[in-house]
């Protein structure tokens, strides 16, 4: 049975959201505050985490990059702060989804239903260990990048991106294609206008000579692709 941490304040979303998520056969675990986040992360074992951004004695955020710090687990934000700030920072931090209120139930739940489903795709691909191409090395077990052998200081969404570039190599990938695989959340905030701000913070990570990319390409009127040609 998938085990599911909670971390929400609102007792009556609680309740409403508690029955919804036993229904589909998840178990749970519940915190209302950080510390007791904190806590009850210590000692349990979980297998997707949904998160408030605003908690009574801290940050969601602060959770997200906690829990990033040793687990890859995935992670959902189900929040009021719907700013786009807000909704890029918790995608950077290690967010795989962020959900505002209110939201309607059906589409909670089938998101929790794919990240689940995801993380499982994800943990079955982990028996090929590293991507290594153009002097780009992913280890997927540790999350670790290294260009020519220095590490390199990716964010979550970044290190997402290089992925799925890396395991697509030499073939173009729309703007449309890239979203759909690496985000859940709203399109009127991850648009293309955002998917191109990501590719130019990842090239200046990357690339030799980012303002002439020769690793993530834009092919012109389709989309990016990973580039190993000579």
Known sequence: MKHIFFVEDDLSLINGLSFAIKKQGYELTI????????????????DLVIL??????GSGFDLCRKIRAS??????????????????????????DYMTKPFKLAVFLSRINALLR???????????PELQSNGIRVQLLKQEVTKNGVPLDLTASEYKLLCLFMEN??????????????WDCDEKYIDSNTLTVYIRRLRTKIEDNPAAPQKIVTVRRMGYKWNTAE
Do not use: C, H
């Not at 915190?31 to 979980?46: C, H, I, K, P």
């Open 31 to 46: 915190a209302r505050t950080s510390v007791e986040a904190e806590q009850l992360w210590e000692n349990g074992n979980y």
């Open 52 to 57: 408030d951004v605003t908690l009574p004695d």
């Open 71 to 96: 687990s890859k687990v995935p992670i959902m934000f189900l929040t009021a702060a719907d700013e786009e700030t807000d909704i890029i920072m918790g995608l950077d931090i290690g967010g795989d």
């Open 118 to 128: 995801r993380s499982e795709n994800f943990n079955q691909e982990q028996a090929e």
């Open 169 to 182: 190599p030499n073939i173009v990938l729309s703007p449309e294609q890239i979203l759909s695989k690496l």
